[in-house]
C-alpha cells in the first residue's frame, strides 16, 4: 500500500509562477489537510477537506486554493509565487472526528521560490 | 489565543531516560497528539492521549493533566535512532491539530 503520495520532492518555482503541488491517499480517508512547515515554527495548516467536494481555510490560507474533487486528490495550488512561500509543504490524511484518529503523512514537496 | 510549548532542544545519553515537556493553551480539547520526525522526513505517529494519566507503548511514554494543560513525553532505554524532533499537536474544539514547533533530541554515545 503507497499510503499518502506527494509530488514534486522539490522544485524551485521563480516568483510570480503557478504551480500545483499533488497529493493523492489510497487509504479512503475522509479528511485531508495541507500544511507547511518552516523552521523554528509548528506545522501550519492551509487548507483543509473533511470530505470529498468541500474544503476549508486553516491558519495561513492565503496565497494558496485547494479543491477536492474526488476522496484520493487534494491539489494544492500557488497562483502567483512569493518568496515567502518558500517552505516545506506536508499533506496530510485521517478520518475526520475524535478518537483515536491520527494523521499519516506524505513525504513532503520541498519549494524554494526566487 | 492557542499556543503550544515545548522545549526547542535537549540532549541526552544513549542508554539514558529523557522526558520532553509540552505546555498547551487551546479552544477545546479533543486529544492530544505525539509525532516523531527525523530530519528530512515525515511526522510519523507515536502516541494518543485524550484522558489524564499515563499511556505506555513499549520504550515510549505519554502522560497528560487536562486540568494543567500539560503533558510529557518518557523515552527510555534511549538509542541512537531515536535522534529526532518530537512534535506535541492538540486537537481542538474545531477538531484541527494545532502543532508546537517541535523538540529537537540528540542523543550522544
Known amino acids: 500500500t503507497a499510503g499518502i503520495t506527494q509530488a514534486p520532492t522539490s522544485q524551485i518555482l521563480a516568483a510570480g509562477r503557478s504551480m500545483t503541488l499533488r497529493c493523492t491517499q489510497d487509504m479512503r480517508h475522509n479528511a485531508m489537510y495541507w500544511y507547511r512547515q518552516d523552521l523554528g515554527l509548528g506545522l501550519r495548516l492551509i487548507h483543509y477537506?473533511?470530505?470529498?467536494?468541500?474544503?476549508g481555510k486553516g491558519e495561513v490560507p492565503d496565497g494558496y486554493s485547494v479543491s477536492r474533487a474526488n476522496t484520493d486528490d487534494f491539489p494544492l495550488t500557488l497562483a502567483s509565487a512569493v518568496p515567502s512561500q518558500t517552505s516545506v509543504y506536508f499533506c496530510?490524511?485521517?478520518?475526520?472526528?475524535?478518537?483515536?484518529?491520527?494523521?499519516?503523512f506524505g513525504p513532503g514537496t520541498r519549494l524554494t521560490v526566487l | 489565543g492557542q499556543n503550544i510549548d515545548q522545549p526547542t532542544e535537549m540532549t541526552a545519553t544513549e542508554g539514558a531516560i529523557v522526558q520532553i515537556n509540552c505546555t498547551y493553551q487551546?479552544?477545546?480539547?479533543?486529544?492530544l497528539f505525539w509525532y516523531q520526525q527525523h530530519a528530512g522526513e515525515a511526522p510519523t505517529f507515536l502516541s494518543y492521549?485524550?484522558l489524564d494519566g499515563l499511556e505506555e507503548k513499549g520504550r515510549f511514554s505519554s502522560f497528560l493533566s487536562r486540568s494543567k494543560g500539560y503533558s510529557y513525553l518518557l523515552l527510555k532505554e534511549l538509542q541512537m535512532k531515536d535522534s529526532a524532533s518530537y512534535l506535541c499537536a492538540v486537537r481542538d474544539s474545531n477538531y484541527q491539530l494545532i502543532w508546537g514547533a517541535g523538540t529537537k533530541l540528540i542523543i550522544k554515545p
Open positions: 492521549n485524550v
Open positions: 487551546t479552544s477545546g480539547f479533543n486529544g
Open positions: 496530510a490524511s485521517g478520518e475526520r472526528g475524535g478518537g483515536h484518529n491520527e494523521q499519516f
Open positions: 477537506s473533511n470530505t470529498a467536494g468541500t474544503t
